[in-house]
C-alpha cells in the first residue's frame, strides 16, 4: 500500500468526522468517530476544565494534552500540526494571549474550513488555519516557540521526514511537545495495511523505541516522556484487532506525551 493511498484514506475519514460535526448539534459521539468510550469521556472532561476551552472544536480526536507539559509561555508563537477542528489552538491562545500567534495545520480541507469556521465566532486575530501536510508544510523555517499535536503524527506514513520538518521550522532552541500513539513491539504486517485501523490511530503507529531513535537521530535534545498511558482504542477498532489472525493486544498500544529541544546552534 503506497503513502499516497494512506493519505486519502486518513484525509476520507477526518473529511467525514468534520462534515458529521457541523450538521450535528451536540458533540462527536453522536458522530460515530467515538464509542462513547469511558477512557474517551475522561479526556474530554479533563479538556472542559481547561481555559480556552471550546466545545464546537472538540471532535474528541486526541489521545492527551500535550499543552499540559508543553511549557508554552505568554507571548509564543506556537504551531499546532494536524489541528482538526482548532480544539488545542483555542487552549493554546489562552495561554499566549494578544501578543502571541497560534497557527494550525491540517491536511483536510473539511477539518481546516471546521477550524476556521469556530475562529470566526470566537473573533481571535492571532490564530490562523493553514492547508498543507506534515510532511512537507507550507511555512517558513526557524519560525515557532513550540510545536504541538495531538493523535496525528502516527497517521503520517513517513515519521522522520514529519520530525525533520519540525526541526526545520521550531526557532533554534525551540521545542516540540506531542501526544502521539506508539506500540510496545511492532504492528503485524497484515494490520499495517489495513485502511479502517490506520485512519483509526492504530495501524500507523510505530515501536515506541524506533519512534525515539528517530527523534533523537534527527538532534533533538533533552528528549523526555511526560506521560505514557494504554491508548483509547475504540471497540470496533478492539474486535478487528482481537478478531485478526495476527492477533495484537490493544494493551500494547500505547498513548505518551513526549517533548525534545532544537539545538540552539
Ligand atoms: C486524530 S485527528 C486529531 C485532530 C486534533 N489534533 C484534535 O486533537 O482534535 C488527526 C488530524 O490530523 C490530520 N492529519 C493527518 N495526517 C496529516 C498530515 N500528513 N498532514 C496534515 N494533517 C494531517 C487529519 O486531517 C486530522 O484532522
Not at 491562545?93 to 494578544?98: D, K, L, S
Not at 516522556?225 to 470496533?236: L, S
Request: charged residues 25%.
Amino acid at each position: 500500500m503506497d503513502n499516497e493511498t494512506i493519505k486519502r484514506a486518513v484525509q476520507e475519514k477526518y473529511a467525514t468526522i468534520a462534515r458529521k460535526a457541523k450538521s450535528e448539534t451536540s458533540t462527536c459521539c453522536n458522530t460515530g468517530c467515538c464509542n462513547e468510550n469511558e477512557a474517551e469521556k475522561a479526556l474530554s472532561k479533563l479538556y472542559t476544565k481547561l481555559e480556552g476551552y471550546v466545545p464546537e472544536a472538540d471532535l474528541m480526536l486526541g489521545c492527551g494534552i500535550p499543552t499540559q507539559y508543553a511549557g508554552i509561555s505568554e507571548g509564543n508563537h506556537v504551531l499546532d500540526l494536524g489541528s482538526g477542528a482548532g480544539n488545542d489552538c483555542f487552549i493554546v491562545r489562552a495561554i499566549v494571549g494578544i501578543n502571541g500567534k497560534v497557527t494550525g495545520i491540517d491536511f483536510t480541507p473539511e477539518m481546516v474550513a471546521k477550524a476556521k469556521e469556530n475562529n470566526l465566532k470566537l473573533g481571535y486575530d492571532n490564530v490562523e488555519f493553514i492547508l498543507g501536510d506534515i510532511e512537507n508544510m507550507p511555512l517558513p523555517s526557524n519560525t515557532y516557540d513550540v510545536v504541538i499535536s495531538n493523535c496525528v503524527l502516527n497517521l503520517v506514513p513517513e515519521k522522520k521526514k514529519a520530525f525533520a520538518e519540525i526541526l526545520r521550522v521550531l526557532k533554534p532552541g525551540g521545542h516540540f511537545c506531542v501526544s502521539d500513539i506508539v506500540t510496545n513491539g511492532d504492528v503485524p504486517e497484515k494490520i499495517r495495511h489495513d485502511l479502517e485501523l490506520y485512519a483509526g490511530c492504530i495501524a500507523g503507529a510505530i515501536d515506541q523505541n524506533d519512534y525515539l531513535e528517530i527523534i533523537k537521530e534527527l538532534g533533538f535534545e533533552k528528549v523526555t516522556i511526560h506521560n505514557q498511558k494504554p491508548a483509547i482504542v475504540p471497540d470496533e477498532l478492539k474486535k478487528i484487532l482481537l478478531d485478526s489472525v495476527e492477533k495484537i493486544s490493544p494493551n500494547s498500544i500505547v498513548s505518551i506525551t513526549i517533548s525534545g529541544y532544537k539545538p540552539k546552534e
